[in-house]
């Protein structure tokens, strides 16, 4: 996958280059392919990188997960099932926001409630309307990786899948978020180096994406 960066297109290093980046940090032996993997040590490297890439894009709704779909609602249609692969953060129906109301809350009682929705799992719920409805949802996507056609997926899985974290935080953060996973001793030498380096990524991640101080993500390292 490759992403246009100042109008110069840079290709995103895949599952398989940050897990080699690893190895070589650690001084292990690379390997050719992912078919090659036997040891334990190294498949629990690459269930790291996933963890490391989950916890990072699970901890603040970031800009570039924000997505949008459309959905139509025919007249007295008051249910749609959608698998948005997310978590709903609004829906607006034109300019007018829809008002969230939790599940054991909602009733039919259209006086109370009009312009309202709710949801339970991919079941999104509304009221009764007497026209046909073009709604927007705005979502926060729950999936954290994609293939090399970009794909999104849960997680990395194949040797040309790869993160949808942005370049250039991409590789650092995975690299070094994993490293000291995979060393989680502070007295290794190369240990504060990564944590150092981890860290300084995410602080550049957080605030290339932030527009004020009330929409910065609140982080908190172990």
């Known amino acids: 996958m490759s992403e246009n960066i100042s109008g110069t297109e840079r290709i995103k290093p895949t599952y398989y280059e940050i ?9 292990w032996r690379e390997v050719s392919d992912f078919d ?14 996933n ?13 570039f997960q924000i997505e949008k779909t459309e959905i139509t609602l025919e007249k007295d249609q008051t249910t749609i099932l959608e698998d948005f692969g997310g978590k709903i953060i609004s829906v607006w129906e034109g300019a007018k926001k829809y008002k969230y109301i939790h599940p054991t809350l909602f009733t039919n009682d259209k006086k109370t409630f009009c312009d309202c929705y709710s949801s339970i799992g991919d ?20 999936l ?9 997926k849960l ?7 790869t993160s949808i974290l942005p370049i250039p935080y991409l590789e650092p953060i995975l690299v070094y978020g994993t ?9 290794f030498a190369k240990f504060g180096y990564w944590r150092t380096l981890y860290y300084n990524a995410i602080t550049n991640l957080r ?16």
Not at 123 to 139: A, D, E, G, N
Not at 144 to 152: I, V
């Open 207 to 222: 605030t290339s994406g932030s527009k004020s101080f009330e929409d910065s993500p609140r982080i908190t390292f172990g």
């Open 179 to 187: 490293l000291i996973k995979v060393k989680a001793n502070p007295s």
């Open 19 to 27: 897990f080699t980046k690893i190895l070589n940090e650690l001084s």
């Open 123 to 142: 079941l999104i719920i509304t009221m009764p309307s007497q026209h046909q409805r073009k709604l927007s949802v705005i979502y926060v996507s729950d």
């Open 51 to 63: 963890t490391t890439n989950s916890e990072v894009l699970s901890s603040y709704i970031w800009d």
């Open 144 to 152: 954290y990786a994609q293939d090399e056609n970009g794909t999104k």
């Open 155 to 161: 997680k990395m899985e194949n040797q040309n899948d």
């Open 36 to 49: 090659e993997i036997t040891k334990s040590e190294h498949k629990r490297v690459l269930n790291l990188i």
